[in-house]
């Protein structure tokens, strides 16, 4: 079966240095999004993305986070000024589409992202 | 304020035993999703449910929505070990491309 694949599963980093976290969706799928989970927390909408431009994006995503679809096949979120709150397991979802018929999103299994 | 909120948070039941999780919303919504996560894992897709009175049931698990009362419920029946996870709630908001996530029902069956 087909399924989202999430690249690295665990990222350390300094505070204030730039992450770049990497999905591939799987293939046929048109709608990407990501999530964050804090630890034994809520899953956290973060933005979702459609036919190269965001759809949607929570006040979460501010100014220091930038997703992107630079090929076919990649779809990346980046922090650009990391802080120690932005420690978290980051979830990449994808659909076919937006809420229609009963297609659920399919999700990665994170990248666990520790800033220190 | 945008809420979707679970009851209970921590649920502990003997195996064998049946038990409702509650998932109230408070905004208009298209579809609503259940998931379960195991602990470090991702989350699995469970049920979609897409109109006021639909009802999915899966093996031990059942899930309904009342789109009226903003509330659905995933029914566990005699509940087994394996079914030991958090289960959470998701819907879509009406108008938007953004989904809200419930605040998950950490479930724990005892042998």
């Known amino acids: 079966e087909p399924e989202v694949t999430q690249t690295p599963s665990h990222q350390v980093t300094q505070m204030g240095q730039e992450v770049i976290l990497r999905c591939v969706p799987i293939?046929?799928?048109?709608?990407f999004y990501w999530y964050r989970q804090i630890l034994g927390q809520k899953v956290e909408f973060l933005v979702s993305f459609y036919n190269n431009e965001i759809s949607e994006k929570s006040e979460i995503f501010d100014d220091q986070f930038s997703v992107e679809r630079p090929d076919g096949s990649n779809f990346t979120l980046k922090i650009r000024s990391t802080k120690l709150e932005d420690s978290a397991m980051y979830f990449c979802?994808?659909?076919?589409?937006?809420?229609?018929?009963?297609?659920?999103?399919?999700f990665g299994d994170g990248t666990r992202l520790s800033i220190l | 304020e945008l809420k979707v909120e679970q009851n209970p948070l921590f649920l502990s039941m003997q195996e064998g035993k049946n038990y409702t999780i509650y998932c109230n919303y408070s905004t208009t919504s298209d579809r609503l999703y259940w998931y379960r996560q195991d602990p470090g894992k991702s989350l699995e897709s469970l049920f979609v449910?897409?109109?006021?009175?639909a009802v999915k049931q899966e093996g031990r698990l059942m899930a309904s929505l009342d789109t009226k009362a903003r509330l659905s419920t995933l029914h566990i029946t005699a509940a087994v070990h394996d079914l030991s996870a958090t289960y959470f709630c998701?819907?879509?908001?009406?108008?938007?491309?953004?989904?809200?996530f419930g605040t998950g029902t950490r479930l724990k069956v005892l042998a």
């Open positions: 449910l897409l109109s006021n009175g």
């Open positions: 293939s046929n799928h048109l709608y």
């Open positions: 998701a819907v879509d908001i009406r108008g938007t491309y953004k989904y809200i």
């Open positions: 979802a994808s659909s076919e589409a937006w809420a229609v018929g009963n297609q659920p999103q399919h």
